[in-house]
């Protein structure tokens, strides 16, 4: 059976069905990167040490990082583990993960927010009718608030928000879809979002471009800002920010984040 067949048919339906679609999106990228390796279409019969080691091995040698490595490891070997628990493959897999070096979160300090919300104020332009400038300054606002996700906050709708200022994240937006999330905003967030709630709309921050797009004007806000651009200075520096100075406030980061 070929790998793809049995990923659309069997295993996403039954393992996947309430993942996010950007989850089910790096799968499809997983098998599909797997078959680059093996240049034709993979079936389940490829699922051996000795390839997936030696597809781990190409993306090595392409400098990947250690990371996105071992992400390409885990997805193919749920997959793989998944067959072998059905019967649908005999053995299980046993390939080692790569050394990943363990990095100190990184996050801004107060300083560097203040220039990154002064960097918002120079934004141009309008989104779906809202101010580009108060759109990136609300978003950084909410973002020190409730440490959430970026995917999470970009879904939200007025209708998470009371007029207590309590926004309730539902499970079904936040990573995991098990835990709603309750946050008190503060007068100055309140505040924004009051000045950004005209036109009237469903999402608080409509974003009508593609996400590249979003990332591609976060950088140059970073940049107007002085600050890093690189790949662990987005949005999540943001959620370990707030989670840092939470903590430092006598709060407890872990259940902040709704770690384990």
């Keep these: 059976m070929l790998l793809q067949h049995f990923f659309e048919t069997v295993y996403l339906p039954l393992k996947l069905r309430n993942r996010s679609d950007n989850t ?14 093996l240049q034709r279409p993979a079936t389940l019969e490829d699922l051996t040490d000795t390839q997936v080691s030696m597809h781990l091995a190409r993306l090595v040698a392409e400098k990947r990082s250690p990371y996105t490595v071992n992400k390409e490891r885990s997805q193919l070997l749920a997959i793989w583990s998944f067959a072998a628990r059905k019967r649908y493959v005999e053995k299980f897999p046993d390939v080692e993960p790569e050394v990943a070096p363990k990095r100190v979160p990184v996050a ?3 300083s560097d927010m203040l220039r990154l919300v002064q960097a918002c104020h120079a934004q141009a332009g309008y989104y779906d009718g809202v101010p580009a400038a108060m759109w990136w300054i609300a978003l950084h606002e909410v973002c020190w608030d409730t440490a959430e996700r970026i995917g999470a906050i970009r879904q939200l709708t007025w209708e998470h928000l009371n007029s207590d200022g309590w926004l309730i994240v539902p499970a079904e937006l936040r990573k995991g879809k098990r835990e709603d999330k309750c946050f008190l905003l503060g007068p100055d967030t309140l505040g924004t979002l009051r000045a950004i709630s005209l036109p009237e709309r469903r999402l608080i921050f409509p974003w009508p ?10 950088k140059k806000i970073l940049r107007r800002a002085g600050l890093a651009t690189d790949s662990r200075s987005k949005f999540h520096r943001l959620r370990r920010t707030a989670a840092s100075y939470y903590e430092a406030a006598g709060g407890n980061a872990t259940d902040l984040l709704g770690h384990a």
């Design 209 to 218: 471009f593609s996400q590249t797009y979003l990332y591609y004007i976060y």
């Design 24 to 37: 089910v999106r790096l799968y499809r990228y997983s098998v599909r990167c797997f078959e680059a390796t």
């Design 108 to 110: 801004w300090l107060e």
